[in-house]
């Protein structure tokens, strides 16, 4: 029997409202509640490592996945606060709660997704094809220049943590996309979100056209 690759370990949680981290993504954090400034001032002295995990806007539940994140900067501010910027790694799902005070520790397990079974480049072209067309439109909506970043992440993989932590307002659907365990369902998925909006948009932009001929 093979051993198992499921690597466990015990890891500060920070759960947010309706946020959601995804790896290799930045993400800036203000600290201010006490029990994070212990917290913060903690991981600060060990590996710099803290668990994000969404809390559900409707049920008010803590996922059960998150992502992993670094401190890569922070800055201390009067009274103990600082402003930190972390940097996505790796997702994991809590086994169990450690402690609940003066913060959250979960005994984790890291997970990653499965080896890909197709060959992702031609769902990889599309959506970002899709997410240029998005832009094209989005710009011709509001008269504004709007470029996708030089840097856009070339592996699949990663170009599908890009696209699901651009989606703005959806955390939930965010939250889906993170525990999906298929790079190729995750782009598949993105598709789809993308196509929606790309429709929605040139739908949009034949309105404005036509109202622009009449007058």
């Given at each position: 029997m093979a051993s198992s690759k499921i690597a466990v370990c015990e890891l500060p949680l920070f759960p947010l409202p309706e946020v959601v981290l995804f790896p290799t993504r930045p993400l800036?954090?203000?600290?201010?509640e006490y029990r994070y400034r212990i917290m913060m001032n903690t991981v600060l002295e060990s590996d710099r490592r803290f668990g994000v995990l969404m809390i559900d806007p409707v049920k008010g539940k803590i996922a059960d996945v998150g992502c992993c994140a670094e401190i890569v900067h922070h800055q201390r501010l009067p009274d103990d606060r600082m402003h930190v910027v972390t940097l996505g790694q790796q997702r994991f799902r809590v086994l169990e709660y450690v402690r609940e005070k003066p913060y959250r520790v979960g005994l984790v397990?890291?997970?990653e997704d499965e080896p890909p079974t197709k060959d992702l480049?031609?769902?990889?072209?599309?959506v970002e094809q899709l997410l240029r067309d998005v832009v094209r439109l989005s710009a011709k909506l509001?008269?504004?220049s709007i470029e996708l970043p030089e840097d856009l992440p070339n592996l699949a993989v990663e170009l599908s943590y890009w696209v699901a932590h651009n989606l703005h307002g959806v955390p939930l659907e965010q939250q889906a996309l993170l525990?999906?365990?298929?790079?190729a369902t995750r782009l598949e998925?993105?598709?789809?979100?993308?196509?929606s909006t790309r429709n929605h948009l040139a739908a949009?932009?034949?309105l404005k056209d036509t109202f622009n001929q009449k007058l």
């Open positions: 800036p954090l203000h600290i201010f397990e890291w997970i480049e031609p769902i990889a072209t599309d509001t008269d504004k525990e999906m365990r298929s790079t998925r993105e598709a789809e979100i993308l196509t949009r932009t034949v």
